[in-house]
């Protein structure tokens, strides 16, 4: 009868990974061995192990490169768009400063207050 695998904690785990072409540097998941190693997955299969984290990315870098993957990029906003979105971001802090220093709404005083 065999033993199930031992549980790693979860300061020893480790992954790393695009997920667009399914490559990952993984320690202590579900899909490697626990061994305390770094592995390489491409497309599920294990294509190297190392024991230093420097290898292992030196590894997935390599596999990266030959994928000839690139990110897709990112949208960025125009310049008016940053603009009016600055401008809103400006107005909402100078409304949250003005009603958190303004003396009418800070508690005051009067015959009611100690009842």
């Known amino acids: 009868m065999t033993s199930p695998d031992p549980v790693v904690p979860d300061s020893e785990r480790y992954r790393q990974g695009v997920p667009a072409v399914d490559l990952y540097i993984e320690r202590g998941t579900e899909r490697v061995p ?13 294509v190297g192990s190392f024991r ?6 030196r590894c997935y870098q ?3 490169a030959a994928l000839n993957y690139v990110p897709e990029r990112s949208d960025t906003p125009s310049t008016e768009e940053q603009l009016r ?12 400063s003005y009603w958190a220093e303004s003396y009418r709404h800070g508690g ?8």
């Open 62 to 64: 390599l596999r990266l």
């Open 52 to 57: 230093g984290l420097r290898a292992a990315q």
């Open 85 to 96: 979105r600055e401008n809103i971001e400006r107005d909402l802090l100078r409304s949250a």
């Open 108 to 115: 005051g005083g009067g015959k009611l207050r100690h009842r």
């Open 34 to 46: 626990s061994d305390r190693r770094y592995h390489v997955l491409e497309a599920g299969a294990v």
